[in-house]
């Protein structure tokens, strides 16, 4: 008996790399990247296994272009708020943090159930050294190198070596917030409606008061 799940021979009344980048965000997001295999995630998307294959070589492939599908947007997003900080004649520690900050939060609640499972994507992604992953978000102006001149506009002062080093930080640290607001250590502050502004609040101001003492 044939599978209902999956049908014989090429799909085409589906978009198959896009069943497949949704089938794997929304797996990859519920469980995990590493227990989760290519063959399930096409049995998912409803595709034989040839076709993610086809598609998507590696998982390292199918994990980028999971980040990308959002990431496009919300990098766009984030490089153009970082870079109109530019234009102002003062710039806020706080202004640095929200322009990195909010374009994420707005696609977590324009889509709570799927932004969530994408951030836990980006998240694991953003720990390991996978090429595709890289590839996805390293796009001119890198959002890192406008953070960090914004942020030397900000605490006024140029080459410090801290700012770097406490950037990565406040932007893991941001993502990794955002990634875990369905577990109980952070009080559950996701809902079918989006995130809990206070917590959203929260990470803003530990984030601006991480980097704000730089050097004080």
């Keep these: 008996m044939t599978d209902p799940a ?3 021979g090429k799909r085409s009344d589906l978009d198959v790399p896009v069943a497949l980048v949704e089938a794997a965000e929304r797996m990859f997001g519920e469980a ?3 227990s989760v295999s290519l063959r399930a995630v096409a049995r998912a998307a409803g595709v034989a296994p040839a076709a993610v294959f086809y598609h998507y070589p590696t998982k390292d492939d199918l994990v980028g272009a999971v980040v990308a599908r959002r990431g496009r947007t919300v990098g766009r997003q984030t490089r153009q708020d970082l870079a ?3 234009e102002r004649a003062e710039v806020s520690v706080r202004d640095v943090v ?4 909010m374009p994420m939060v707005a696609e977590i609640n324009a889509d709570p159930e799927g932004g969530l499972n994408w951030a836990k994507v980006v998240a ?11 590839s996805a ?3 001119a102006p890198s959002i890192d190198s406008l953070f960090v001149a914004a942020l030397e506009r900000a605490l006024g002062r140029t080459r410090n070596p801290e700012i770097r080093r406490r950037t990565g930080i406040a932007v893991f ?5 955002l990634a875990g607001a369905d577990r109980r250590g952070y009080g559950h502050p996701m809902t079918e409606d989006g995130l809990d502004p206070d917590f959203v609040e929260a990470i803003a101001s530990f984030a601006t008061a991480g980097l704000a003492a730089i050097d004080d």
């Design 124 to 134: 694991w992604a953003a720990t390991t050294d996978i090429s595709p992953f890289h």
């Design 98 to 101: 929200e322009a990195v900050l």
């Design 137 to 139: 978000i390293e796009v």
């Design 32 to 34: 995990s990247v590493e």
């Design 6 to 8: 999956r049908r014989p």
């Design 84 to 86: 109109a900080l530019a």
């Design 173 to 177: 640290g941001m993502l990794n917030a």
